[in-house]
């Protein structure tokens, strides 16, 4: 450190206690007294805010205490019981009703029960269990299958000792029908006697159906050609079609999609039980000399001879 630097330091030291201090200005605190001479409502009364009384006052009814109370009088009853009145006799107990046996959600024909006892005689116990899919021509299509054990909500009906199980989800369509067993040349089956299935049907549905039986054996039209001929749409026929209680007879199966493929069939008809399904219906048509080429389309053309 230079020796100038030095003395002006300690120059600066010197010169800074004779410099005046800066004094913050601060407000004092005085006390201010409350004036005692308030004037006062004196011509008011000194009450609580509150009512002296809140409840309104009420007319005393117990009795005054030394004071022995006289029970009340006792009203004497009648004793003359209600046949004496007016000389009228008493009724009779009414009877109770007695609950009568619930009717069988399905009935079983003897012919139905003989197979059923076949069909679960089994190594394996199992149970059948009867159910319905609303699909195909009419609709309603049934499927019976063996299970192990009942659901949660499956009807039981027992007959002549043969269980069988009705779907919970079926049962509003299968209740009051008749479960048979019918055996021809050319299949066995099991026949569903159906009272819930609608008897009427429309006049377009007769119409669609008696345009159907025109088309030939060995031919087939599509849905494009039989709506323009009824003068309606594919949508309606095939809904026509599929509720057509009378297949194959009435032969729904001639009717093809516009590529001449099989088409319209995504289920099965319900025919006693079974159905038809696209095998089946590939091989009926087959069976009336159509042929197929390796894409399954229907070889030639599509039948248009209605008059």
């Known amino acids: 450190m230079t020796l100038s630097s030095l003395v002006a330091r300690a120059a600066l030291r010197h010169s800074s206690r004779f410099l005046p201090t800066p004094r913050i200005a601060t407000s004092a605190f005085h006390p201010y007294p409350l004036p005692t001479n308030i004037s006062r409502n004196d011509d008011l009364p000194e009450t609580p805010i509150a009512q002296p009384e809140p409840f309104p006052r009420t007319p005393e009814t117990r009795p005054l205490p030394g004071r ?13 019981s209600a046949a004496d009145v007016g000389g009228q006799k008493p009724r009779a107990a009414r009877p109770r009703t007695k609950l009568r046996p619930r ?7 003897p012919a139905a029960v003989e197979r059923l006892r076949i069909l679960l005689d089994q190594p394996e116990p199992k149970l059948i269990k009867v159910g319905v899919r609303n699909r195909g021509c009419s609709g309603l299509a049934y499927h019976l299958e063996y299970v192990d054990k009942p659901g949660a909500f499956d009807e039981t009906v027992e007959q002549d000792g043969v269980t069988v199980l009705i779907d919970s989800k079926a049962l509003f369509s299968i209740i009051g029908s008749e479960m048979d067993w019918a055996e021809d040349k050319l299949n066995q089956r099991f026949v569903f006697k159906n009272p819930n299935i609608r008897s009427g049907r429309s006049s377009f549905e007769k119409r669609v159906w008696t345009a159907l039986c025109e088309v030939p054996r060995g031919c087939v039209t599509t849905y494009g ?7 309606s749409s594919p949508r309606a026929v095939g809904n026509a079609l599929r509720r057509n209680p009378f297949a194959p007879h009435v032969p729904c199966h001639r009717v093809v999609a516009t590529g001449m493929t099989l088409g319209g069939f995504k289920g099965k008809w319900p025919r006693n039980g079974e159905g038809i399904t696209l095998d089946e219906k590939r091989r ?12 399954g389309r229907v070889l030639g053309t599509a039948w248009m001879g209605w008059a």
């Open 284 to 295: 009926l048509l087959k069976s009336e000399g159509i042929r197929f080429d390796e894409k």
């Open 225 to 231: 050609l039989l709506s323009a001929y009824l003068g």
């Open 68 to 80: 022995d109370s006289e029970p009340p009088s006792q009203v004497a009853t009648p004793t003359s």
């Open 103 to 109: 009717k069988a959600a399905m009935r079983l024909t």
